[in-house]
C-alpha cells in the first residue's frame, strides 16, 4: 500500500526556473490537495481537485499551476519559482464518500529551496 | 468562515507528564469534521482522529483521549503519560461535511517531550 506518492523528496531551484511537482495516489480517492506548510502558519492549501477533470483555487494559487492528470495523479508546477515560494508542500488524498474516510492522506512532503 | 486556532505554540514537558493540546475553531456550518494530526520530526503527517459535530462524546485511544465541546467550539487533545516519542507537530484541522473538499488546518503546536 503505497498510498499518497510525491516526487521529489528535495529540490533546490534558482529564481525564475520551473519545475513540476508530482503526485500519485492508489486508494481510488477522488479529490486530490496540494498544500504548502510554513513556519508557523500551518498548512495552507494551494489548489485541490475534487473530481477527475475539476481543479479549483485554495487560499493561496498565486504563483502555481495544476494539472489532475488522470484520477491517481495531481501535479503543481510552478512557472518561475520566486524565493517566497520555498516552503514544504504536501499533496493529499480523500474520497467524496461523506460516510467512508473523509479524513485525507497525505504524501511525505516535498522541501522545496528557491535561491 | 472557517477558522482554527491552535494557541500554545510550543510546549515542552518531562516524560510520564500529561499534556493537553488546545484547539478552538469558528464555523457557520452546523454540521462539520474535526481532525487531529501529527506529524512527527520526519515530516509525514499522520491521521489521528475524526469528529463529526453530532457526536460530542469524548473518545479514547490508549494514552491519548479527546474532549470535544461544541458549546466552547474546542477540540482539545489529551496525551496521558507522555513518551519522547510524542514528540511532534500536532494539526487541528476542520472541514465541512457536504462541501467537504477543503480542510481549515491550525498553525500547529510543538510538542517536546523530554526523557
Known amino acids: 500500500n503505497a498510498g499518497v506518492t510525491q516526487t521529489p523528496k528535495f529540490q533546490v531551484l534558482k529564481t525564475g526556473q520551473s519545475m513540476t511537482l508530482q503526485c500519485a495516489q492508489d486508494?481510488?480517492?477522488?479529490?486530490m490537495y496540494w498544500y504548502r506548510q510554513d513556519p508557523g502558519m500551518g498548512l495552507r492549501l494551494i489548489y485541490y481537485?475534487?473530481?477527475?477533470?475539476?481543479?479549483d483555487k485554495g487560499e493561496v494559487p498565486n504563483g502555481y499551476n495544476v494539472s489532475r492528470l488522470n484520477k491517481r495523479e495531481f501535479s503543481l508546477r510552478l512557472e518561475s519559482a520566486a524565493p517566497s515560494q520555498t516552503s514544504v508542500y504536501f499533496c493529499?488524498?480523500?474520497?467524496?464518500?461523506?460516510?467512508?474516510?473523509?479524513?485525507?492522506?497525505f504524501g511525505q512532503g516535498t522541501r522545496l529551496t528557491v535561491v | 468562515a472557517q477558522k482554527v486556532t491552535q494557541a500554545q505554540t510550543e510546549i515542552s514537558v518531562v516524560e510520564k507528564e500529561d499534556v493537553t493540546l488546545d484547539c478552538v475553531y469558528e464555523?457557520?456550518?452546523?454540521?462539520?469534521?474535526l481532525f487531529w494530526y501529527k506529524q512527527p520530526p520526519s515530516g509525514e503527517l499522520v491521521f489521528l482522529i475524526r469528529?463529526?459535530?453530532?457526536?460530542?462524546q469524548n473518545e479514547i485511544s490508549g494514552r491519548y483521549s479527546w474532549n470535544f465541546q461544541k458549546s466552547t467550539s474546542s477540540f482539545n487533545f489529551t496525551i496521558t503519560a507522555s513518551q519522547v516519542v510524542d514528540s511532534a507537530v500536532y494539526f487541528c484541522?476542520?472541514?465541512?461535511?457536504?462541501?467537504?473538499?477543503?480542510?481549515?488546518f491550525g498553525s500547529g503546536t510543538k510538542l517536546n517531550v523530554k526523557p
Open positions: 484541522a476542520l472541514s465541512k461535511v457536504y462541501n467537504f473538499n477543503k480542510f481549515y
Open positions: 493529499a488524498s480523500k474520497s467524496k464518500r461523506t460516510n467512508v474516510n473523509t479524513e485525507a492522506f
Open positions: 469528529r463529526n459535530s453530532f457526536d460530542e
Open positions: 481537485s475534487a473530481s477527475e477533470g475539476t481543479t
Open positions: 486508494m481510488n480517492h477522488n479529490s
Open positions: 464555523t457557520r456550518d452546523t454540521t462539520y469534521y
